[in-house]
């Protein structure tokens, strides 16, 4: 059976491109670059930006990791080349 | 009971624990053995994974590193946890689909050449060997602090038990033993900190209760800290960077990819039944890890806290000044955690002044302004080091809690060291049977022969892991980060590039691991000497330390990585593509379906 490999392939591309552009921006642009600026603000007793390095960055981590394994599980479902 | 007794009843049980399980799953066959038959499921997996991930240096240093570098302490937290998202998108589900056992397999087999899996092989038994000694040791000290035994004594107990569960249960029995050993590890980490988070916030979150106000008080814990630390000379808490901002950002950048490059973790993907589970169970661990990570900065503000309202009360509770001459306490009336403490030297108090008084402050403070109150106080320098291991071991004892939470602490950090000893000799025994024994020396071995072989590794490593626990070889505190940088510089950069990009060839992947893995260790290597050995630093002829615009020798393996890219791109170009096979083997790897279990064929 012939797949469509190369729209499965720029799918899978584009989501991953999203993915890493969150992961820097919570964990390298919240937490390190512009930790500074953000811990003008506050949650509860937290600085923003020391929330985003020391728990911020981790929580959106996990939520990142099951929102691509859901939408790479529609993009295997989409192009058919999902297991059983 | 008294505590000694408590201590060996409850790890006892939990040995007995670890034990029952290896004998219930024993390994029969080769796929068994290397990767539990690829039947467990993504939830158990990502428990395992992250007891494997989650070793003595996650239970026991990190707090206490945290609170030691305030704010800059979390890169430890984001690069050790922010890795999984590269592992479950980049490397997991592509090398599941792949198929087989290990990760020199896979560079091997993808650019068609020994020479690139026996590469391959070399970095993976350094990053692991390196990694496993620290283990060693911390089963050492765990064991002589809780259970009174010399240090000597508690690893040859610690190899006998790892060596009873590893080798008959191989990578099945070891699965299993490490969800038990997350469990044990988990509530010894969280119970003191629930506790202590009451008494000092009173929510008993402590997520929640390190951004809450001190109870009692309309200050938040966090602004009282860095108001108190900065009265001490110390850097502000919330903001105190290590080194330079440039520096923390290619820090955490290094612990990400060594993580996800590291193979110990990656092996782990290989243990479930679907690529899709691959994918999900790097989210399970990642929920599993972050339980004891976002803790972690809690423990270290907490502990900070404690430690400074131990010694100066009321700077703390109220509003006193921390240059009255009364404001510390007198050493005579010192609490008893720290008279138990002093014993095993951590913790040290000499009185320099002669007041009787315990003084902790930064004395290298400069600020000119801090200076010139000290002085003035009569303060002739600080009187009281703390080692930072002792945070997280010391915590229940502070806090004056029973002694059932104390000895289950004593189990958990013992947890957190077998548990990632077992995983890094798993790997470290597949990457010697398989990939030498079968994949070079010796193909026609039988299943049967090759399962012998794995298990007489595993005992091998076992004892050379031993050995180098009761000989630390004196640079085992810096090989940790060779551990990363390797991981980071050469293994995660070629198989990135193996999944990506179908042109790579071998010459290109070769040519980038050498020179990744070169550029790291002469940078490495230029501050801590030449295979770590002591007087062959060579800082001069790269300018002097951490002469790479500011950057550690810790947080190098990024800019490895970035070589070895470069390069392997570079000499790419210049040579021959791939043959047409192995094009289609990459697009294979690219879709899920047609995943069969784990076989390991060559």
Known sequence: ?84 | MDLQTTIYLVVGASFALYIGIAIWSRAGSTSEFYVAGSGVNPVMNGMATAADWMSAASFISMAGLISNMGYGGGLFLMGWTGGYVLLAMLLAPYLRKFGKFTVPQFIGDRFYSKSASTVAVLCLLVASLTYIIGQMTGVGVAFSRFLGVSSDVGIYVGMGIVFLYAVFGGMKGITYTQVAQYVVLILAYTIPAIFISLQLTGNPIPQLGLGSNLSGQDISLLAKLDQVVTELGFGKYTTSLPGSTLNMFVYTMSLMIGTAGLPHVIMRFFTVPKVSDARLSAGWALVFIAILYTTAPAVAAMAKTNLVRTITPGVVLGKADPFAADAAIKYDERPDWMKRWEKTGLLKFTDKNGDGRIQYYNDATKSADIKAKMDAAGWKGNELSVNADIIVLANPEIALLPNWVIALVAAGGLAAALSTAAGLLMAISAAISHDLVKGIFKPDISEKGELMAGKIAMALSIVVAGYLGLNPPGFAAGTVALAFGIAASSLFPAIMMGIFSKKMNKEGAIAGMLSGLFITLFYVFAHKGIFFIKGTEYLGVIGGANSFFGITPEAFGAIGALVNFAVAFLVDKVTKEPPEHIQHMVEAVRIPRGSKAVDGAH
């Open chain 1, 1 to 84: 059976m012939k797949h469509d490999s190369q729209g499965y392939w720029q799918a899978t591309l584009g989501l991953l491109t999203k993915v890493l552009i969150i992961w820097f921006l919570v964990s390298f642009g919240a937490g390190i670059l512009f930790a500074d600026l953000l811990n003008g603000i506050h949650l509860g007793g937290y600085p923003l930006g020391f929330w985003f390095a020391q728990q911020g960055s981790i929580y959106v981590f996990i939520a990142l990791i099951f929102w691509y394994a859901k939408k790479m599980g529609e993009i295997d479902r989409r192009f058919d080349v999902h297991e059983d």
